[in-house]
Each structure stands twice: as C-alpha cells, then as structure tokens.
C-alpha cells in the first residue's frame, strides 16, 4: 500500500474525482465529485473488500452517519476515523462499488453514489440503494 493514496473516479470518468470540499479537514466536511486537480482533498486510502475511506496522510474517514441515517439519499461527509464504528466501514467489491458494510446483509445494502449521475463539481456525494451495474455506483481508482 502507498502512503501517497489513490484518486477515485465516478464510473471509470478519470477527469473527474471524489473530493473533499475546499479541502477542509474537519467533521461534516461534504465529500463531493471536482474536476480532477492533484490536490491533497482527493487522495484516499481505500482496499479490496472491507475498508475504511480515509483521506490520505489525515485522520477523517468517509462516513454515512448515524446507522438511522443508512438510507436513500443520506449525503456523505467526512468525520474523524473511529474504530468500527458502522458509518466508516465500507467494502470495496470486484464490481467496483463501494458499499456501506453495516447494510450488506439487509435485503436493499446500501452503496456511495453519485446523484443522478451528474458530475458537476460540488455534487456532493450520497448512500443509494446498490443496484448491479448501476453506473452511479461504479467507482474506479488510478495512482
């Protein structure tokens, strides 16, 4: 694993990133899609399968809230990384999507998607129901 992180794209879009917004690092901080800049606001440390979201070299991790919250249209932020707590623990599939692991076992888990599929910057970021193939939920990583 690099220190340096990686960026990470909607739908395999590599102008376009999973972004903190102004790079302001502190709790609520919005998570939103920004044109691709090389800034440290969209360098994650994220694996294969279980795995928390942190921004690199930080410790704020992408989160979903509070487990009331893990429905439809929640918008993600980042929070200060808390060991297991449920809101930043997510699975990175083979599918490529990213999916909030407190809600895999239920009948309708819920994935990081990007709304409507616009990729205007500052669309900030929310948890969908996770539908294979669903091109809002593709999320690819480049160095």
Do not use: Y
């Amino acid at each position: 694993p690099t220190p340096t992180g990686v960026q990470i794209h909607p739908n395999f879009n590599n102008r376009k990133c999973m972004d903190v917004a102004g790079n302001r690092r502190r709790n609520g901080t919005p998570v939103q899609i920004f044109d691709c800049n090389g800034s440290s606001a969209q360098r994650w440390n994220i694996f294969r399968g279980t795995t928390r979201v942190q921004l690199t070299g930080t410790n704020f991790c992408l989160d979903a809230g509070l487990p009331s919250q893990f429905h439809n249209g929640e918008r993600l932020k980042i929070w200060h990384c808390i060991d297991s707590i449920p809101a930043q623990i997510w699975d990175f599939t083979n599918q490529n999507q990213i999916r909030l692991k407190a809600t895999e076992s239920r009948r309708h888990p819920q994935c990081v998607d990007l709304p409507d599929g616009q990729t205007f910057n500052g669309n900030q970021l929310q948890i969908f129901r996770c539908f294979n193939g669903n091109p809002n939920q593709i999320w690819t990583t480049t160095p």
